[in-house]
């Protein structure tokens, strides 16, 4: 039977071709996105976390007005707090970021100090802040401008001495009037030790828009009962729309590659049968079974899935490693050959090739051999 496939495969090459065509390309789209898919899920989730932070915890009792207009709570709560937040499991809060801001005048100019512990976030993940060290400093556009400040300049700051790491850019927010030094130095300059008044977090995007911050909400409330949290709209619309178009562009893209490719192979194993009708016709005749015919089909059938998944896996693994990279640039060390996709490359394009035979199976063994043979 297998001589007879092969030889049926050579001389009609064409179809066999086609068929093995769109086998292949369905596998290699699936070996692509799998193989770059931990490069693409880091990038996604890089984008969105430079998006910003989009939570805040400040004092319950903060005078609102002021903090609307200020932007700084005028309250202040104890550092303790970010770790409690921290040692609770069963929130929707990661990358807690201890924050202490204030306003005051340096150099007959008005600028906020901001102290940042360095961020707590979850087990093996990239942190979203810098990260400060005792005695530096991180100065805004606007303050290094007017005071002709630069990176490695040692200054005095309010009693405390700090060496300039860098210059942020320009953001057009009162944030080109802060300068970002460590929490205890902020601590001391301001004399506030142990006090912070904003906790700066992510939320987890695992649950719909509406609900999102009664949730937040609900998770605090027994947590830290002197303290509320708000949630910056615009970041996390931003969060939420992303998260939400890549699971609906890949919730139409799968289906419809399995339809496509499917009515494709249908489509040709039908003309197949179409084309081989004088063929059966004479096997028949010579008294080859039902069983005998439903596998020269379904044999040609696993044949091709066979090669297509080769085929597939090959070229898919070789776009991911040549293009992912292009496509992924800060996380294209995390794209490499996953050699467990070729077995289920395998098995699932010959199931896959089977079944999408099965219809023209049924036809070719429900011919007639005396009516076939009567047309030849």
Same mark, same amino acid.
């Given at each position: 039977?297998?001589?007879?496939?092969?030889?049926?495969?050579?001389?009609?090459?064409?179809?066999?071709?086609?068929?093995?065509?769109?086998?292949?390309?369905?596998?290699?789209?699936?070996?692509?996105?799998?193989?770059?898919?931990?490069?693409?899920?880091?990038?996604?989730?890089?984008?969105?976390?430079?998006?910003?932070?989009?939570?805040?915890?400040?004092?319950?009792?903060?005078?609102?007005?002021?903090?609307?207009?200020?932007?700084?709570?005028?309250?202040?709560?104890?550092?303790?707090?970010?770790?409690?937040?921290?040692?609770?499991?069963?929130?929707?809060?990661?990358?807690?970021?201890?924050?202490?801001?204030?306003?005051?005048?340096?150099?007959?100019?008005?600028?906020?100090?901001?102290?940042?512990?360095?961020?707590?976030?979850?087990?093996?993940?990239?942190?979203?802040?810098?990260?400060?060290?005792?005695?530096?400093?991180?100065?805004?556009?606007?303050?290094?401008?007017?005071?002709?400040?630069?990176?490695?300049?040692?200054?005095?700051?309010?009693?405390?001495?700090?060496?300039?790491?860098?210059?942020?850019?320009?953001?057009?927010?009162?944030?080109?009037?802060?300068?970002?030094?460590?929490?205890?130095?902020?601590?001391?300059? #301001? %004399?506030?030790?142990?006090? &912070?008044?904003?906790?700066? /977090? !992510?939320?987890?995007?695992?649950?719909?828009?509406?609900? @999102? =911050?009664?949730?937040?909400?609900?998770?605090?409330?027994?947590?830290?009962?002197?303290?509320?949290?708000?949630?910056?709209?615009?970041?996390?619309?931003?969060?939420?729309?992303?998260?939400?178009?890549?699971?609906?562009?890949?919730?139409?893209?799968?289906?419809?590659?399995?339809?496509?490719?499917?009515?494709?192979?249908?489509?040709?194993?039908?003309?197949?049968?179409?084309?081989?009708?004088?063929?059966?016709?004479?096997?028949?005749?010579?008294?080859?079974?039902?069983?005998?015919?439903?596998?020269?089909? #379904? %044999?040609?059938?696993?044949? &091709?899935?066979?090669?297509? /998944? !080769?085929?597939?896996?090959?070229?898919?693994?070789?776009? @991911? =490693?040549?293009?992912?990279?292009?496509?992924?640039?800060?996380?294209?060390?995390?794209?490499?050959?996953?050699?467990?996709?070729?077995?289920?490359?395998?098995?699932?394009?010959?199931?896959?090739?089977?079944?999408?035979?099965?219809?023209?199976?049924?036809?070719?063994?429900?011919?007639?051999?005396?009516?076939?043979?009567?047309?030849?």
């Amino acid at each position: 039977m297998w001589r007879a496939i092969f030889k049926e495969a050579a001389y009609r090459k064409l179809n066999f071709l086609l068929s093995l065509l769109g086998v292949a390309a369905a596998v290699t789209l699936f070996v692509f996105f799998f193989t770059a898919g931990e490069a693409s899920r880091a990038e996604t989730t890089r984008l969105m976390r430079d998006i910003g932070l989009n939570l805040r915890i400040i004092p319950k009792d903060t005078n609102m007005d002021r903090f609307w207009s200020t932007d700084i709570p005028d309250l202040t709560m104890p550092e303790a707090y970010v770790h409690t937040l921290a040692a609770h499991t069963g929130l929707s809060y990661s990358h807690l970021v201890a924050t202490l801001r204030r306003k005051t005048t340096w150099r007959d100019m008005e600028i906020i100090i901001t102290g940042l512990l360095p961020e707590i976030c979850p087990h093996k993940k990239m942190p979203m802040s810098p990260t400060l060290e005792r005695s530096t400093a991180r100065i805004g556009f606007e303050v290094a401008r007017t005071l002709n400040l630069k990176q490695g300049d040692e200054v005095d700051l309010l009693g405390k001495a700090a060496r300039i790491t860098a210059v942020l850019a320009e953001s057009g927010t009162s944030d080109d009037i802060q300068i970002q030094v460590h929490l205890y130095d902020a601590q001391e300059i #301001l %004399g506030l030790e142990g006090r &912070i008044n904003e906790i700066k /977090a !992510l939320d987890c995007v695992c649950f719909s828009e509406d609900d @999102a =911050l009664a949730t937040l909400r609900r998770q605090l409330e027994p947590v830290l009962p002197d303290a509320k949290v708000l949630q910056e709209k615009a970041i996390a619309r931003a969060r939420f729309d992303t998260r939400l178009m890549i699971e609906k562009y890949l919730a139409f893209l799968w289906p419809f590659l399995l339809v496509v490719c499917s009515g494709w192979i249908g489509l040709l194993s039908l003309l197949n049968v179409r084309e081989r009708r004088q063929e059966i016709g004479i096997f028949r005749a010579l008294g080859y079974g039902s069983g005998d015919i439903a596998g020269l089909f #379904l %044999g040609k059938a696993i044949m &091709i899935g066979l090669a297509g /998944a !080769l085929a597939g896996f090959a070229t898919g693994t070789a776009l @991911a =490693l040549r293009v992912g990279p292009q496509i992924f640039r800060m996380t294209a060390h995390r794209i490499q050959p996953d050699y467990s996709l070729l077995g289920w490359s395998v098995v699932s394009a010959v199931v896959f090739t089977v079944l999408c035979s099965l219809i023209p199976a049924m036809v070719a063994v429900a011919q007639d051999p005396a009516v076939t043979l009567r047309e030849t």
